[in-house]
């Protein structure tokens, strides 16, 4: 399983900058070690050897901390995303980068979506609005412009844009979630690159036949 | 969103089966409604009107609690999946009724994978066998039946059955798990028969047609 190193993390300018991030890798680090969505402040602190004290400086609360988190790990495939509206490839070219750029976030943040979830079951006021606005509702819109042009251009059917957004962020999203299962009921111990690309090979392929407009 | 009633719990013969399965319900009513796969005993002993202490009579631990909860309400679906085995229809049919049967266990239990997945995190040693063997690859074996035999009947392509059970397992189960994204992104608040209904004609639609032979 992948992990974000401090080489995922942006280099500190300062020692505000720093503490911040080490405080974000510890949270990342052990949700994935264990594979769950929620860690304690003092987990937190004695993982980073800071002060859990900073996590209410930097963060507000944990909660805050892990919006911030969020956003740091989709940076770069939310604004892959917006450059993908842009670019001049038929939509099926669109979906496959949109699919692989899921998988690879899944891949090096398993938790993200249990994360998100925690966040809208514990504060739904405060972050139902936000990850809305910062996180799901750029997704969906990606993916229903990608259906639209497929749509027009005679290469996909009609697909219902809302269905299609539950379908494949939980089909990208399984496996890396249930790595319990496949260790379990597959004998897999290591989820590694590879199984990472055959997986994302597997949905490119069965996804796009499923909307594919047959003539 | 659908919820376990006291008419889907097995009718109580004894006072000691009714006191197990109020202890069950209640757990099963307390997820659904926060859209957690955790609670409290003391919340369970609340909810149900019982001492926390018949927990641990009946079921010896929490997790014991929601191993049998899972067995309660999977046990229709599993019986199902044997029963698919066995009748003479064709694969796709078969895919349907498997796919149908799935959304529709996600739809009334919206928990279960998410129960499944912090036992195997919490207690892997004891439950990683019980789980895979009563649960995971009963279901993982019974679609790469049906894979094969639709491979074989020429319907299918050669589709990889690992990749393909975390695949429709994540794509039947994320509307679900993900309702509170449908009501802040999507603006529905209620997950009703009808999108549940859609969902499954959208899944069967998109997965078949994902690996059908296309001649």
């Given at each position: 399983?992948?992990r974000?190193?401090s080489?995922?993390v942006?280099?500190?300018?300062?020692?505000?900058?720093?503490?911040?991030?080490?405080?974000?890798l510890a949270?990342?680090e052990?949700?994935?070690?264990?594979?769950?969505?929620d860690?304690?402040l003092s987990?937190?602190?004695?993982?980073?050897?800071?002060?859990?004290a900073?996590?209410k400086?930097?963060?507000g609360?944990?909660?805050?901390?892990?919006?911030?988190?969020?956003?740091m790990?989709?940076?770069?495939?939310?604004?892959?995303?917006?450059?993908?509206a842009h670019?001049?490839?038929p939509?099926?070219?669109?979906l496959?980068?949109?699919?692989?750029?899921?998988?690879?976030?899944y891949?090096?943040?398993?938790?993200?979506?249990r994360?998100m979830?925690q966040l809208l079951?514990?504060?739904?006021?405060?972050?139902?609005?936000?990850i809305?606005?910062?996180?799901?509702?750029?997704?969906?819109n990606?993916q229903?412009?990608?259906l639209d042009?497929?749509y027009?251009?005679?290469i996909?059917?009609k697909v219902?844009?809302?269905l299609?957004?539950?379908?494949?962020?939980g089909a990208?999203?399984?496996?890396?979630?249930?790595r319990?299962?496949?260790e379990?009921?597959?004998?897999?111990?290591?989820?590694?690159?590879?199984l990472?690309?055959r997986?994302?090979?597997?949905l490119c392929?069965t996804?796009?036949?499923?909307?594919?407009l047959r003539k």
């Open positions: 399983m992948a974000l190193t080489a995922g942006r280099s500190p300018e300062v020692g505000d900058v720093n503490a911040r991030d080490q405080l974000l949270a990342s052990l949700m994935t070690e264990r594979g769950v969505a860690v304690s987990d937190i602190a004695k993982k980073s050897g800071l002060s859990s900073l996590v400086y930097y963060f609360s944990k909660a805050g901390l892990m919006m911030a988190l969020l956003r790990v989709l940076d770069p495939a939310m604004k892959q995303l917006d450059h993908l670019i001049p490839q939509a099926d070219t669109k496959r980068i949109h699919i692989s750029g899921m998988v690879n976030v891949f090096q943040y398993p938790y993200v979506n994360v979830h079951v514990d504060e739904p006021q405060t972050y139902g609005p936000l809305a606005q910062e996180i799901s509702k750029p997704v969906a990606a229903k412009s990608i042009e497929g027009a251009a005679g996909f059917r219902d844009p809302l299609f957004y539950f379908e494949i962020v990208c999203d399984q496996l890396f979630f249930g319990y299962q496949l379990h009921v597959f004998g897999l111990t290591t989820l590694d690159k590879q990472k690309d997986f994302v090979d597997h392929g996804i796009l036949d499923g909307i594919y």
